[in-house]
């Protein structure tokens, strides 16, 4: 889209009140109607007028973030007449929103991708205006979830800003279950993607704290078998074969190895998911000893590393806190009507 045609799509009749944009294109001057700008979002409606500011103040380049505007600045010396300032926000998310305000209901987009669905989901968060979008929003959602698995963490944003409080679970789960870590630190996605920057508040700090525990835990199974022959200071092996403890111990020891996984690595340091780790761990496999005498040693090769394993996972718990509980029925009930934003 050009930057004309552009501009052409942020004019809203005879709008009164100009928003400044940002778009690949450049910056764009919107001309929207405050009148319906201030129905659609209380906090538009004290962008467009605020109790601080009086009739008349005198002009200043000066700009402050009001502690309440969630985003969008407004020059702190402005007359009347002065642009609102959104060029933090997505223009294309911008773009869906605007004309829903202003009724252009047949411009209104029937199929959002996961992208854009995200962008429009911190906009209505940002502004409290989630109810703006009910008559659309279920097929909306119903088409982003037929899309390409591995947006878990936008979905889980999207699922938290429109009240979908068992997608919100299902993602949840699946973020912790399946993303990686990489060597900074950094919370990964299942396309090894970093996690984007606007998520639900706490989420990704109860990820973070079950995928380590969860993590320490997966790792402490093949630790306890080698820790079993380290600590002995007798033969381990029922048939007291020294060759057969060696064989043991060493097949733990090098099965972790192979996959760059030390015994004393941290669970900060381990790049895999918590579903790849469990793995890696209940495959671990122990070769067994043979001798002439008393054949292969079954039982001392025996290993309970997957049974374990599923004892961790059945274990690990959910990173879902009241809190987002409380969040989503509050925007469920914004989009039924029956709690005003």
Excluded at 82 to 90: A, C, G, K, T, V
Excluded at 244 to 261: E, F
Aim: a negative charge.
């Amino acid at each position: 889209m050009s930057s004309s045609e552009l501009k052409s799509s942020f004019s809203f009749g005879s709008g009164d009140t100009r928003l400044l944009v940002s778009s690949p294109e450049g910056e764009i001057t919107a001309a929207v109607s405050s009148h319906a700008m201030s129905l659609a979002s209380p906090i538009w409606k004290k962008f467009i007028s605020p109790p601080w500011r009086p009739f008349q103040i005198i002009k200043t380049n000066k700009t402050s973030r009001s502690e309440e505007d969630g985003g969008a600045r407004l020059s702190s010396g402005t007359q009347l007449d002065e642009p609102l300032d959104f060029r933090e926000d997505d223009a294309d998310a911008l773009l869906l929103i605007l004309p829903i305000v202003h009724l252009d209901f047949i411009s209104v987009k029937k199929r959002l991708s996961v992208e854009e669905l995200y962008n429009l989901a911190i906009l209505c968060d940002k502004y409290d205006c989630v109810h703006l979008i009910k008559p659309w929003v279920d097929e909306w959602f119903r088409d982003a979830e037929l899309q390409i698995v591995g947006e878990s963490a936008k979905r889980l944003f999207i699922a938290w800003s429109f009240g979908r409080t068992e997608r919100f679970r299902i993602a949840a789960s699946v973020l912790l279950m399946q993303s990686g870590m990489d060597e900074t630190g950094q919370l990964l996605d299942l396309k090894g993607q970093a996690i984007p920057e606007v998520m639900p508040p706490g989420i990704i700090e109860e990820i973070m704290s079950l995928r380590r525990t969860a993590i320490e835990n997966l790792l402490e199974i093949p630790r306890r078998r080698i820790k079993s022959y380290k600590d002995s200071k007798t033969t381990v092996c029922r048939y007291s074969r020294p060759g057969c403890d060696a064989i043991i111990y060493g097949s733990v020891i090098r099965g972790l190895d192979l996959r760059n996984l030390h015994p004393d690595i941290k669970p900060e340091d381990v790049p895999l998911s918590i579903t790849a780790l469990a793995e890696v761990i209940s495959k671990l496999e122990i070769y067994p000893y043979y001798s002439a005498n008393r054949g292969v040693h079954d039982n001392c090769s025996l290993s309970d590393f997957a049974s374990a394993t599923a004892s961790v996972l059945s274990n690990i718990g959910s990173p879902v806190l009241e809190s987002h509980l409380r969040h989503m029925k509050e925007q469920s009930r914004k989009l039924l009507g029956e709690l005003d934003p």
